[in-house]
């Protein structure tokens, strides 16, 4: 919660001194860290709407302390989490399909990762999820087509 602070006092001294001082109102523990709402002093003391600020909330990464802006809609579709991963993290939604069909792979066989891959992405067909599920199987590169369709 402290490095949200800091990050909210960071921030107010890129806008105005007339805009309204800021404090932490709600952490919620997530999986990749802690993700810290805050709200005006004002609203958070006399709950009175025409204090209430939009802006989305902070996430306190688990793993290296390091805080990031998440968007307002995004924190409320969830939709920030798969664009954390791909930009702070370097995976693609490609690489953990990949991962994950590997991990069935070596626990369940080849049949199961097919199983799995059809499940996640059911624009493949039989012939492709097997060509996929064989090069991740021998460490090859995807085709670029089998790419689109996950």
Do not use: N
């Not at 302390?65 to 307002?72: E, P, Y």
């Not at 994950?100 to 080849?110: A, I, N, P």
């Not at 090069?135 to 087509?145: H, R």
Request: glycine share 6%.
């Amino acid at each position: 919660m402290e490095l949200a602070e800091a990050r909210m006092r960071r921030d107010r001294e890129s806008r105005p001194a007339s805009a309204p001082e800021l404090a932490v109102s709600e952490v919620e523990e997530h999986e990749l860290g802690w993700i810290v709402h805050w709200a005006s002093v004002d609203y958070l003391r006399t709950g009175d709407p025409q204090y209430r600020l939009g802006g989305g909330p902070y996430l306190v990464d688990r793993y290296d302390q390091s805080v990031h802006t998440i968007g307002t809609v995004a924190s409320v579709t969830g939709d920030w989490v798969w664009r954390y991963v791909e930009q702070v993290w370097q995976v693609t939604l490609l690489d953990v399909l990949a991962e994950r069909v590997r991990q069935v792979l070596s626990d369940e066989g080849f049949l199961s990762a097919m199983r799995h891959l059809r499940r996640t992405a059911p624009a493949l067909t039989p012939a492709q999820a097997k060509i996929y599920v064989t090069c991740v199987e021998d460490g090859i590169e995807l085709p670029p087509e089998l790419v689109g369709l996950t």
